[in-house]
């Protein structure tokens, strides 16, 4: 209780601070006078399609990205997987970047995040395809890795073939990963994916639980392991696939906020599911602050501040471990 107290009151702080820390100073109360639509119009514009879509998809994205490292970390009983291991984000950029090549995106406004989702999911039925149902966990893996491999071989030979440097540059700022200038269309169109996945990931805390006494442990206590399996596949899929849709590529959250929150939450995979959700989306919130407010005018990407944080937060816990066990 004291951990969910803790996160969730961190996260509505962050998230309040994002909604009303930006370029434009504008002063609490009429901020919130704003979002319902009273007051000054201009603020109104601010607030409601600048920063509320902005913030909302922020937490929905940190959200995902978090509950599916945890549930896939859970699942494979491994500290270093994370939800890009099967192939979902690179084969939802690859339909993004595919999307940007061939000026479809231009066609209408929606095209670029559709052919995101669409990509994600033919990558998911590629991935059942090359493990089958019943496959095993290192299979699921393999077959993950070479679904990710061929993505982003596939997404290299767009941007060496574009015969456009503005297009090629557009897919490059894009695979960045951003939240900036999104409307509540996104949020519209990536909440219900995401909700689906939220669902399927969130239910799976007993199947996980019982898999870290082993496979055959769990099946003895009636843990049916090609269900759950399948139920990570779309969840993951659906919450990751939406986010990488709606936001480009934004890497290292799934994989560090389970290990930042995994002591606390007493290595038990049925509370760090929802405990990395809330820390995934505080996280992603506070990097968006943090791209407003260091060289605003620059244009600063989220994926990028990520990976300059995830990185060595990473090594750091790397270097930890070893001494533990050391």
């Known amino acids: 209780m004291k951990l969910f107290i803790a996160l969730m009151t961190g996260t ?25 639509g009273v007051g000054d119009p201009l603020f109104e514009t601010v607030m409601r399609e600048i920063r509320l879509p902005r913030t909302l998809l922020a937490a929905m994205v940190g959200a995902s990205l978090g ?8 699942f494979l009983r491994n500290p270093l997987a994370e939800p890009g291991l099967i192939g979902v984000s690179g084969a ?10 061939t000026g479809f995106a231009a066609a209408f406004f929606l095209a670029l995040p559709l052919s995101a989702l669409l990509f994600a999911a033919g990558a998911v039925g590629l991935i059942l ?19 990710s491999a061929f993505a982003a071989a596939l997404t290299a030979l767009a941007l060496n073939l574009s015969p456009n440097p503005y297009a090629a540059s557009e897919i490059v ?18 909440f219900p994916i995401m909700a689906l996945g939220w669902l399927a990931l969130a239910t799976l805390g007993r199947g996980l639980d019982a898999l870290t006494l082993g496979e055959d442990a769990a099946e003895a206590l009636g843990v049916s392991l090609t269900r759950l399996r399948l139920q990570l596949l779309f969840g993951t899929a659906a919450a990751v696939g939406a986010a990488t849709a709606v936001a480009g590529a934004v ?9 930042l929150l995994r002591r606390f939450a007493q290595g038990q995979p049925s509370t760090l599911l929802w405990a990395s959700a809330l820390g995934g989306a505080a996280m992603v919130l506070a990097a968006d602050l943090a791209v407003r407010l260091i060289l605003p005018e620059r244009d600063l990407k989220l ?10 937060l990473f090594l750091h816990l790397i270097y930890k471990t070893r001494r533990e066990i050391a």
């Open 251 to 259: 890497g290292f959250v799934g994989l560090i906020v389970p290990h």
């Open 12 to 36: 509505l702080a962050i998230f309040a601070l994002s909604l009303f820390v930006g370029y434009a100073a504008i002063p609490v109360p009429d901020g919130l006078a704003a979002l319902f």
């Open 129 to 147: 395809l090359l493990a089958g149902p019943r496959g095993a966990s290192l299979t699921l893996i393999l077959a993950g890795i070479a679904v």
């Open 67 to 74: 509950l599916s490292g945890a549930a896939m970390q859970g």
């Open 92 to 101: 939802a950029a690859l339909g993004a970047v595919i999307a940007l090549q």
């Open 173 to 190: 700022f894009w695979m960045m990963g951003s939240v900036a200038d999104r409307a509540m269309t996104h949020v519209w169109l990536a």
């Open 303 to 312: 994926g990028v501040v990520m990976a300059l944080v995830g990185a060595p």
